[in-house]
């Protein structure tokens, strides 16, 4: 799979960047990967590998790391990440049907968890440490409280218009 | 001398490492998954856990024995945990015990008979976890997988590679290679030894045995099997006896029972071997060029050049191993003799190796789709089928090798062992060395010196990759300088490989040597061209050494391989007219790919060219000898430079 972002060159010149500026020390390899992840938003294999080149380790080493950490993704994000909360205080105020309505407008088949166009990704969360506010859901780092279906479609919405996005697009 | 007490009874200790091995040593079979002796200390098992008085429980593997201490191993306590522990790890383990390739050495299902667990109070996983047997020489079956991390260790620390590691985590965490990639696709050099040190089924080795049975009641077929050396002192533990003990005359007996045909020996063509790599280095040190020279006996070493030290492949002799010597004249040459077709001809090899399954594969040594070795089984394997085939060791009579390829020097028979190729190469540079013990031994690095020409030849012994690695680094540092190097993959050389009977441990590398040493005291001819019956084979078939007989038959050629296939990193326009890929694997890398990346990157910008250029970083292209290597529009341009880079730019645009 080739990945192609906007913006991937410069990204990949960053990465070298990135690695000089740890002086390509392994022990540095969780920030390195980090600051990857913030410039991808998240970790390309041939970038992994990139990195194990540069840095003198194995692949497997990367790869372990990479995958050991729950807030590195392999998976390629989209621009806008939500984040459903579906911890007690969430779940007990129907959560779940929140997610089934973004699902249902993002188009999201079953497993899939980031739009083909890479402008949404919808996960789950266990609490997100706003429990008065449930159900609570988080795009990047907004924080949405006491969120219905009808008011998640609308924030999609919204979101799309200034993508300059329309529904029927997006698929 | 300092004592503590097992079991209070007082037991003497020296320089044990841990109490582990003072325990052991003291009679007591304390049960370990992820305790090696060779191999750094991991603590994972909890099964060595054992009670001290002051400290409690305390695991052996990884404390110190101390004077005055008072260990229990067996209370009731410790056995209760223990079954506690292999139960929690027998739940996640899929227990197709019956018709697992590793049943008769698996360390899990041997502990749960002698702890006596009768049933698993945990549910099972239900998540089925694909097998991979991608690779010609192991198959990976990750639901078996204990995680205990010895195989880990194992291709990291004597090894030097890392090919597997652990991944995720929690209930999640996996063994796996990089990316979940199949083994086929990454830098695994098959030598099998991580599946020597799995405890369980999870790694185990390819088996052949159908395919050497097939041909074997395939009435069309003349089948022709090759026995290698280090197979020859392996073999007997099976049946009770010491490693070392030299069996090869039974073995022989056992393989025409089971039906095979003609029974060679791989010594022979080890001896050949010696002929052909003696007469090249000669000639490689007259003409002062591509010295060191490496043996490339060893199919996991050569593959280990092949995809980390590009820069070294010319170094390798061209000469096939003995096994594939063997196929050659076996397909080439012996079917003649015989008045039959090639196609008539089945040849199997026994060898105490995973890495030669995956050598007689390579497409050098296939003609018209027809290897030169059709099937390669280990010393394992052999002691399956001689099981299989109801044959009653102690009934075997000694039988002796069919000629012409059965009769072979003591050179040939050191060949298993590490050293013994230097020194077999060696005897035949000094006519007056009979035993040459500076190249013998377990020590990582040996080097020894002869005079020739009143020239020292300057002599390396390695063997596990990572003393490999160790040494080359050195060299390419200019920090040490030989003529000649012979490398192992596997600890001890091949007595240790991969597919040799367990324990495999330094104990019996030790022993399994020292019976081929003692073979070869017992032979009087030591020196490769003291054997007449390979005389013979040059004067009917191949002239000379180093000929072009020899040269077409005999040797063969390298290449640089990609560690890992993996996709490239594209940047720009899918309408460009040009399309440059430039090399950012490791050999291209360290000569500067990088900083051409930049140049051409910026020039692309300057020159506002960025909708017809497309610019790709890659892989390896597979032309290491070349680096840095640029890819433009299909064509691949060695010791690639912003000069001849751009001028092509100007040139195409
Ligand atoms: S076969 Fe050898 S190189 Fe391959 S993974 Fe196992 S130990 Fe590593
Ligand atoms: S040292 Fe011998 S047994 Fe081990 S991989 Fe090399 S050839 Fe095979
Ligand atoms: S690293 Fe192999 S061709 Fe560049």
Redesign the pocket.
């Known amino acids: 799979m080739a990945v192609m972002v906007k913006d991937y060159k410069r990204s990949f010149k960053k990465v070298n960047e990135i690695i000089e500026s740890y002086g390509r020390n392994p022990v540095e390899l969780v920030s390195i990967l980090q600051e990857i992840q913030e410039e991808y938003r998240y970790l390309p294999e041939e970038i992994l590998n990139y990195i194990a080149t540069a840095m003198g380790i194995s692949p497997s080493k990367v790869f372990g790391v990479a995958t050991f950490y729950e807030n590195f993704s392999l998976e390629p994000k989209g621009k806008y990440i939500i984040k459903v909360c579906d911890g007690t205080a969430c779940h007990v105020k129907n959560s779940m049907d929140l997610l089934n309505a973004l699902q249902k407008k993002l188009k999201l088949k079953d497993g899939q968890k980031t739009t083909k166009d890479m402008m949404f990704t919808l996960e789950t969360a266990s609490c997100l440490g706003a429990c008065g506010l449930a159900p609570v859901m988080v795009i990047n780092e907004e924080v949405y409280g006491k969120v219905t279906p009808e008011k998640a479609e609308k924030i999609i919405d919204e979101i799309m218009k200034r993508e300059g996005n329309s529904d029927d697009k997006n698929n | 001398m300092k004592t503590l007490k097992i079991n209070g009874k007082v037991v003497s200790f020296k320089n044990e490492k841990n109490l582990l091995e003072v325990i052991r040593k003291a009679g007591i079979k304390l049960p370990t998954f992820c305790y090696h002796s060779e191999l750094s200390i991991y603590g994972a098992c909890r099964m060595c856990l054992v009670e001290e008085k002051k400290k409690g429980l305390i695991a052996a593997c990884s404390t110190p024995p101390k004077e005055g201490m008072e260990i229990k191993t067996h209370t009731l306590k410790l056995q209760k945990q223990r079954r506690m522990t292999l139960e929690l790890l027998l739940a996640e383990h899929d227990r197709e015990c019956t018709t697992c390739e590793k049943n008769a050495d698996c360390k899990l299902r041997e502990l749960a008979a002698n702890l006596g667990i009768e049933n698993i109070r945990f549910k099972r996983k239900d998540k089925k976890l694909p097998i991979d047997d991608s690779s010609p020489s192991i198959v990976r079956d990750p639901n078996k997988c204990i995680l205990c991390g010895d195989c880990v260790r194992m291709c990291e620390e004597v090894q030097g590679i890392g090919v597997i590691g652990f991944a995720y985590r929690g209930s999640n965490t996996v063994v796996t290679p990089a990316f979940n990639k199949k083994l086929s696709e990454v830098d695994c050099v098959d ?2 030894q991580c599946a020597a040190v799995c405890p369980t089924g999870a790694l185990t080795i390819k088996s052949q045995i159908d395919r050497v049975w097939e041909a074997i009641n395939n009435d069309d077929k003349i089948v022709i099997a090759q026995i290698a050396p ?1 197979v020859k002192v392996a073999f007997g533990e099976a049946f009770g006896l010491k490693p070392g003990h030299s069996t090869e005359h039974l073995i022989v007996s056992a393989l025409k029972t089971m039906g095979i045909n003609k029974v060679f020996d791989t010594c022979f063509a080890a001896d050949l071997t010696v002929m052909e790599e003696s007469k090249e280095f000669v000639e490689r040190l007259s003409k002062g060029e591509k010295l060191p020279q490496f043996t490339s ?5 050569v593959k280990f050049v092949e995809l980390n030290y590009p820069s070294f492949i010319d170094n390798l002799s061209s000469c096939r ?1 003995p096994q594939q010597m063997f196929g050659s004249f076996a397909k080439n040459y012996y079917p003649k003799e015989l008045g039959v077709s090639r196609d008539d001809v089945f040849v199997v090899s026994i ?6 399954k995956a050598e007689a594969c390579r497409e050098e040594f296939i003609s018209n789709g027809d290897p030169d070795v059709d099937a390669v089984i280990t010393t394992q394997e052999l002691i399956k089928m001689v099981k299989e085939a109801g044959i009653v060791f102690d009934d075997l009579k000694e039988e002796p090798f069919d000629m012409p390829f059965g009769f072979a020097t003591g050179s040939g028979l050191i060949f298993g062992a590490t050293g013994g190729v230097a020194e077999s190469v060696i005897r035949m540079l000094d006519e007056e060395v009979k035993e040459f013990k500076d190249v013998r031994g377990l020590d990582g690095l040996k080097e020894a010196k002869v005079a020739k020409n009143g020239k020292d030849i300057k002599i390396a012994v390695v ?1 596990g990759l990572k003393n490999a690695r160790k040494l080359l680094e050195k060299i390419k540092a200019g920090k040490a300088e030989y003529d000649f190097i012979e490398v ?3 600890p001890g ?2 007595v ?4 040799q009977p367990q324990p495999n441990n330094a104990e019996s590398r030790i022993e399994r040597a020292l019976g081929l040493y003692n073979s070869d005291n017992k032979i009087q001819l030591i020196r490769a061209s003291d054997n007449p019956m390979v005389q013979k084979l040059y004067e009917k078939w191949l002239k000379t050494p180093d000929s072009g007989l020899s040269h077409k038959y005999l040797h063969t050629c390298y290449r640089p391989r990609r560690r890992i296939e993996g996709s490239d990193i594209k940047f720009s326009a899918e309408k460009s007219k040009m399309n440059i890929k430039i090399c950012i694997g490791t050999s291209c890398y360290l000569n500067g790919s990088y900083d051409l990346f930049k140049e051409v990157d910026k020039k692309i910008k300057q020159d506002n060219l960025e909708d017809r250029v497309n610019l790709e970083a890659t892989f390896c292209l597979e032309n290491c000898n070349g680096s840095p290597s640029v890819e433009v529009n299909g064509k691949i341009i060695d010791k690639a430079n912003k000069e001849k880079i751009f001028m092509l730019i100007d040139e195409l645009i």
């Open positions: 030598c099998g280090a006996c060893c199919p996991a070493w191993s060898m105490p190796c995973t890495a030669k063997h192992m993959a596997c050389g091949c240790g490989g991969a597919g």
